[in-house]
């Protein structure tokens, strides 16, 4: 059994878990499409581990974390078997070698040296690494990711690097009041990625991830296979 520290409330993470999944399921059937075609992705990022149990217990299955020394400190007792866990923040060539341990996913691709540098860890390991590709749509000054005019010939790095697997796509759209104003961002990235299943029809690319707190259901709305949720679920940082 999962040991959960009594300062959080099951109940609360329950309800909120619940919440989340009934505006999840809502959005998905608003656009006509199968609310079991939408991953949430818990952002468990600055919640200490019994948060983490408290969610698995509510339902969630795949966890987003933004650093890896925080992630390998909080999954040194392994989550259950079927729960797998996201990187979803800047990975810098030098934890390469942890990030390939600990994560099942890495969303946060967006630069050669980067895709270098995993391509030769996984190969190491004689593993296939599973990899996202996240664009800066909106193109803003200091977000990560790569600008759109640089995804395909980074797609073309990934297939070519052998021992990375190119599952998809994902962003962060601007911080708006209105969450419809997100909507571009969202939709530019599906655009994107038709683009690239043109260029690349062997390579499946079918995740979208996108939309978080603020925005998911704007973000389901226009095809996000995966959203990636902090704040609506484990509370404000
Ligand atoms: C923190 C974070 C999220 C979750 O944001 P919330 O607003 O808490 O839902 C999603 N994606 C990335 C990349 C993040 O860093």
Request: proline share 5%; glycine share 8%.
């Amino acid at each position: 059994m999962n040991e959960v520290a009594p300062s959080i409330d099951l109940g609360e993470m329950a309800g909120r878990v619940a919440g989340v999944m009934g505006r999840v399921r809502m959005a998905a059937l608003r656009a006509g499409r199968d609310p079991a075609s939408v991953t949430v992705v818990g952002v468990s990022k600055t919640f200490p581990r019994a948060s983490l149990d408290a969610a698995y217990a509510a339902g969630i299955r795949v966890f987003g974390e933004s650093r890896v020394q925080e992630a390998r400190d909080k999954l040194a007792m392994p989550l259950p078997a079927d729960a797998t866990v996201h990187l979803i923040g800047q990975l810098q060539t030098n934890k390469v070698r942890p990030a390939v341990a600990l994560f099942d996913m890495i969303e946060s691709v967006d630069r050669a040296s980067l895709i270098d540098a995993l391509a030769r860890e996984a190969a190491k390991r004689e593993r296939t690494v599973d990899v996202l590709l996240q664009v800066n749509v909106a193109r803003e000054a200091q977000k990560s990711g790569c600008a759109p005019d640089d995804a395909p010939l980074l797609l073309d790095e990934i297939i070519a690097a052998g021992n990375l697997r190119c599952l998809g796509l994902m962003t962060i759209a601007p911080l708006v009041d209105d969450p419809d104003d997100a909507r571009k961002t969202f939709r530019d990235l599906r655009l994107l990625q038709e683009e690239l299943r043109q260029r690349h029809p062997e390579v499946p690319l079918d995740v979208l991830s996108m939309g978080m707190s603020g925005d998911f259901e704007v973000a389901i709305e226009e095809g996000a296979t995966h959203v990636r949720i902090g704040r609506a679920i484990f509370g404000t940082r």
